[in-house]
Structure formats: structure tokens, C-alpha cells
């Protein structure tokens, strides 16, 4: 029998019970069966993160939100044949927007954003993507968890009049969270104020830490039908954050990393890392031998998850960091990725549009589409 998202939640987070108490209860599949939800899962089938504009980034000004992506890259986003957008929103801004009680610039210029998307008959998730410094303030005690669960009352109220049919609402990206039983519990609270102010819209849900693959497969879904569930992947992480400043420092000397990898083809780039940890995290990139059959038998993972407990699956990132990484082997990874995702019925949104790991460059006021990125892709340049 299944019991109410309301109890689920409260129940988790008074005691944070392990897994085979009440965090274990899985959707009954012959009790109201997520075919809503799985009917939804079919307008993000191909889409693109539009990052560095709500979320991201230093300047929020409406000067800058009005002229980093426009409403000519919208409509480039439906030319190019992609299906809906996955908009990243910082917490900081709708925080701000949620206690000053009337319309904001930045909530002002969102709204425009969110309408000019569905215009171009683009779906559109709303993700909050907050800071490290923001998801800190869950990490224990009660009154971060009770101000991010009144945030999403409040945005979710926001967009109520919306069309559930293309407006999601994603509970955080990567949330950082070290027990991911205390995440169930949060994520549990998050989908019962959303169903109090916004009983209609498909919401989607994310595994602790960094919503990977590993993330995913232990996660317990949550006791409600309407519910998609993310991951995120960018395995084998040495090849696409080749050249990346900000995350394991082993990637940062990591220049034309190849792929599929070999012992052989790695071998000569062994020297790039200067200490034998570095040596030893690129030689077992070529020793796994990465390819697609490999990505492949990966992404067979999650559409077990799904099959095991009757929900959708959604792979909300992956991507390549280009500055570094050898042109036709990204698109080939990127290809490889894509098939494996849709040989296994799992939508998909691509990192980035502009970014590092971006679809189109842009340069001197001309923005350019990557042919090659598109092909493998499986989208067309637009005419």
C-alpha cells in the first residue's frame, strides 16, 4: 500500500532511516503506474543546457541575461533539431526574488526566457543549479532544507499556469550530498511542496554527490508517478574533461587525449602527467579501453534501473571539454553516447550550447553551429 509524499517525506527527515524502512517503499507498479510520467519522457528526447546565463555566472544583470543567449539562439536550438532546453537557474537570484515579494529583473527576464522557449515549441526544464556554498547549507540540520523546500513552493506556484505538458521542474543539479539517504528525505519534502502548488508538472529527480550513474543505481525512487529520474555521464572522465581547470587536477596537463583508448595510443601521452598518481589515472583510461561497446554496456546500467522500478530515466548531462580534446574524437564520443542512450530509451540533454563543451561557437558577433557535433548528435544544421 502506498503511502502519502506527504508522510514519505516527513518520515525521512525526523529519523533519516536506512534503506529497508520506509526510504525503501518502491512505487507499487501495479498501483497507479508512472505512465504520465513516461509519456512526458517523450518531449526530452534531445535537448541542450543553456548554461552560464541564469546560473553560472557573476553577472546577472539584465544587460548581460538580454544578450548572452537571445531569442536568435532560440530559435537556432528549434532549427538545429533539438527538442527542449535544460535552463540552469541559481538559487542566489530566486531567493532574492522569493523574499522581495514582487517581480525581479532577473525573474522578469526568466519568465521572458521560459516563454520565448515554449514559443519556439521547445520544452523547458527548470533546474535550480545553485553553488557548492548554497547545497552546503543542506548538508545537516533543518532550517537550509526548510528554506530550499519553500523555495520550490514558491517558484513552483510561479509556474503552475504553465504548461505541465512542457514545463519540468528538476529538484538541484548534482547536490553534492555525501548520505543519500538524507537526500531522499530532502528530495521527499521538495516533491510535496511542488505537488501543493503545482499538482500537474512532471518533476525530476537526481541521485546524491554528483547525480552519476553509481548515484542513480542506488537511489530508491520516490513514492509518486509523475517523477523522471537524472543522471548525469561523462565517462571516461580523463578524455572529456581533457584540459579542465576546475575539477580533478589529474585532467589540467591532459592535452589531445585520444578516443576509443588503448594501452597503445595512451602510452605516449603518459609524460603530460607529472607525478605517477596523474601516470596512473591516463594509463587506466587506455587500459579500460574505452568505445562504444563499453559506453554502451554502461548506459545498459540505467535502463535496468528504470525496468527494475518502472520509471522513466533521463541523462541530463554529458559532453566533451573541446579546447583540448582531438575534434573528431569528440564527435565520436559524443555519437557513441547518443546511440547508447537511444538504443536504450533514454532522453538526453547535451553539455553545453555556448559553453567549453558547447554546440556552437561564437565569434565577432557570428554564432556558428559545429557541423560535426550536430551529426553525431543525430541533428542537421539548420538551413
Known sequence: MRISLRSFAALLLASLLPFGSAAAQKPDPDDAQPALAFARAQHL???INTSMWFAQANDYSTQRLQTFTTADDIALIAKMGFD???????????????????????????????????????????DIHPSSEYKAQLFQGSSGVSNFVALWRALAAHYASTDPEHVFFEIMNEPEQNDPYRWLGIQASVVDAIRQAAPHNTIIASGAHWSSLPDLLVLEPLPDPNIIYTFHDYEPFPFTHQGATWTSPEVRPERAIPYPSTPDNIAPRLDEE????GQFFLDTYGEDRWDDARIENSIEFAAKWSTLHHVPVYCGEFGVLRNYAPPSDRAQWLHDMRVALENNHIGWAMWDYQGGFSVVVKQNGTTTPDQDVLTALGLHMPQ
Open 84 to 126: 527542449h532546453c535544460r535552463l540552469s537557474i541559481d538559487a542566489g537570484p530566486l531567493v532574492a526574488w522569493q523574499y522581495a515579494g514582487k517581480e525581479t529583473p532577473f525573474m522578469t527576464e526568466l519568465d521572458r526566457v521560459v516563454k520565448t522557449m515554449l514559443d519556439n515549441h521547445l520544452s523547458v526544464i527548470i
Open 274 to 277: 607529472p607525478n605517477l598518481s
Open 45 to 47: 528526447l534531445h535537448g
